[in-house]
């Protein structure tokens, strides 16, 4: 069983920035690929970045430039520094862990709120 446990998230006026943080319970060496979703009211979950276990990231064309996706893999955690945020990017933000044949294989944390005002 492998828990993910989000955290960072708050409340921010327009413009700000946050950083959210994501641990995981074993070696994030395991996992093919972790990402970052989110997920507004009345709107589907979304892809916000991902990063391989080689360090590859994507992102969302909304969040590019402003986002940034990273590892530290020593201390089996991921992040989301998200920097110049717009009321848009208000959503309930979910760590998101994948691994195995086909990354068929997957966990997920509890979700951390980010609420932007304008």
């Known amino acids: 069983q492998v828990q993910l446990v989000e955290s960072g998230g708050g409340l921010v006026q327009a413009g700000g920035s946050l950083r959210l943080s994501c641990a995981a319970s074993?070696?994030?060496?395991?996992?093919?690929?972790m990402g970052w979703y989110r997920q507004a009211p009345g709107k589907q979950r979304e892809l916000v970045a991902s990063i391989t276990s080689g360090g590859s990231t994507n992102y969302i064309d909304s969040v590019k430039g402003r986002f940034t996706i990273s590892r530290d893999n020593a201390k089996n955690w991921v992040y989301l520094q998200m920097n110049s945020l717009k009321p848009e990017d208000t959503a309930a933000y979910y760590c998101?862990?994948?691994?195995?044949?086909?990354?068929?294989?997957?966990?997920w944390g509890q979700g951390t709120q980010v609420t932007v005002s304008s």
């Open positions: 998101n862990a994948r691994w195995g044949l086909a990354r068929s294989l997957d966990s």
């Open positions: 074993r070696s994030i060496f395991t996992f093919n690929v």
